[in-house]
């Protein structure tokens, strides 16, 4: 069974863009959740998608936002790209919603702001 | 304010020896953690987890233990081979927000032939 595929895997973008990621979860797996990698702050929740809606958000500033679509596909968007969000963005699946979910993790896709 | 530690950057350890990844958390709302492996420029590999009712949870070679009075678990692979060598994050979850994990800093295992 295919795992988690982010797309791209790696772009540049210049300050002040903004940036669309996809991700296409496992065959059913209804969640979709988004981290960010940086060398400083480590491995960060973003948000996470069931069932189209956000269910959870992390403590990141407006210009980070997602979707989720029926077919349980997600993208991310990261508006007016500031250096500091030069990161890996990393997206993980899981079935649904209950105790024993294992989170599995994309390749994910490098990001660098210039 | 960081409620899951993994207070040793690193670790070293021989070919065929125990390795044993620690990691602290401060959060009592955790109630599943979860073992990761990684690689640069790859995503997380799930290892293997353990839920708080358990103390103890086995696969292969990758053992995990709960301390839940400690706030405290490990991994222990045994036996170490060299294709172990990577960063390995422990994560902490709460059953009623799933997906959301929060993780440790990491340590970087080599181990060595």
């Known amino acids: 069974k295919a795992g988690v595929t982010q797309t791209p895997r790696y772009l540049i973008k210049t300050r002040g863009q903004q940036v669309t990621l996809s991700c296409s979860p496992i065959?059913?797996?209804?969640?979709v959740s988004w981290y960010q990698q940086t060398p400083g702050q480590g491995l960060q929740f973003l948000f996470e998608?069931?069932?189209?809606?956000?269910?959870n958000k992390g403590n990141f500033p407006g210009r980070f936002s997602g979707r989720q679509f029926s077919n349980s596909r997600s993208e991310m968007n990261v508006s007016t790209l500031e250096l500091g969000d030069s990161a890996l963005y990393l997206c993980?699946?899981?079935?649904?919603?209950?105790?024993?979910?294992?989170?599995?993790f994309g390749e994910g896709s490098w990001l660098t702001v210039v | 304010d960081q409620q899951v530690k993994q207070n040793s950057p690193s670790l070293s350890v021989q070919e065929g020896r125990i390795s044993i990844l620690n990691c602290d958390y401060t959060?009592?709302?955790?109630?599943?953690f979860l073992w990761y492996k990684k690689y640069p420029a790859e995503g997380p590999t799930f290892l293997i987890s353990?839920?708080?009712?358990?103390d103890k949870n086995e696969d292969g070679r990758f053992t995990v233990f709960l301390n839940k009075s400690a706030k405290h678990l490990s991994l222990h692979i045994v036996p170490s081979q060299p294709g172990d060598s990577a960063v390995y994050f422990c994560?902490?979850?709460?059953?009623?927000?799933?997906?959301?994990?929060?993780f440790g800093t990491g340590t970087r295992l080599q181990v060595m032939l």
């Open positions: 993980a699946s899981t079935p649904g919603v209950g105790r024993g979910n294992t989170i599995y």
């Open positions: 065959s059913g797996h209804r969640s």
């Open positions: 998608y069931f069932s189209e809606t956000q269910r």
């Open positions: 959060n009592s709302m955790f109630d599943y």
């Open positions: 353990i839920s708080s009712i358990k």
């Open positions: 994560a902490a979850g709460n059953t009623g927000t799933a997906s959301k994990l929060t």
